[in-house]
């Protein structure tokens, strides 16, 4: 089953500095539909503008994966992590029994990412937070993971749960596979590029709600950006 979920049909807040577009209902978006996916329980795809961000704020019980498409993301919590991530790298924070956050774009120029919560499997555990640089290069024409339930197999960084994202940079024309599980649930976006998915074709920041496949045929009808995350 692929369910395509068009951009235009996805929920919209635009707070001035934050453009903010929720694939699952969040805030103010309510649709009872769109709850969430296998465990995944939120995605936003969010334009942050120059010289503003997120103030401190609270998490708990949460695995959340940011992954910056441009420019970049500051990031300072309670537990005295500092860092800085740039265009084409990932942080995770798992916030277990509790962690306040600020993130800002100190940057002169805009910059865009994806947030995606997963719902842990483990929780109360001690929050943590870590980010590493994914050169661009080593993801494309594979996927590569990025964050990982079993990150010492996958070399990518630590989530809480039995779920995988993962990206790849595909050339038009170009195709990738993904095997799947058809028990899981999956969830593709290419921010940039129109791709086709298993034969359905999904323009840039269309959300592709996969389940029940055996595998995940990507083509790039352009130069193509992919982030998937599996789960369960």
């Not at 996927?143 to 339930?149: K, N, Q």
């Amino acid at each position: 089953m692929i369910e395509l979920r068009p951009f235009a049909s996805l929920g919209h807040a635009d707070h001035g500095w934050l453009d903010a577009t929720h694939h699952f209902s969040f805030a103010n978006y309510h649709d009872p539909a769109r709850m969430g996916w296998g465990r995944i329980r939120v995605w936003n795809d969010d334009t942050i503008a120059a010289q503003s961000g997120f103030p401190p704020h609270p998490h708990s019980d949460m695995e959340i994966i940011t992954f910056v498409r441009t420019g970049a993301i500051s990031h300072r919590d309670s537990l005295g992590n500092v860092g800085r991530t740039a265009a084409g790298d990932v942080q995770v924070m798992s916030t277990g029994t509790g962690i306040t956050h600020a993130e800002f774009n100190l940057e002169d120029a805009t910059t865009t990412l994806f947030q995606i919560w997963i719902l842990p499997d483990r929780t109360g555990e001690q929050p943590g937070w870590g980010q590493r640089a994914f050169p661009r290069g080593e993801r494309a024409g594979r996927w590569e993971v990025v964050a990982s339930g079993e990150p010492d197999r996958d070399d990518a960084l630590p989530i809480r749960c039995d779920a995988q994202v993962v990206a790849a940079t595909l050339s038009a024309g170009d195709s990738i596979t993904y095997p799947a599980d058809p028990s899981r649930h999956q969830y593709l976006v290419a921010p940039t590029g129109r791709v086709r998915v298993n034969g359905q074709l999904a323009n840039p920041r269309d959300g592709v709600a996969i389940t029940g496949e055996m595998a995940i045929t990507v083509e790039a009808l352009d130069d193509a950006v992919v982030v998937l995350v599996d789960s369960r």
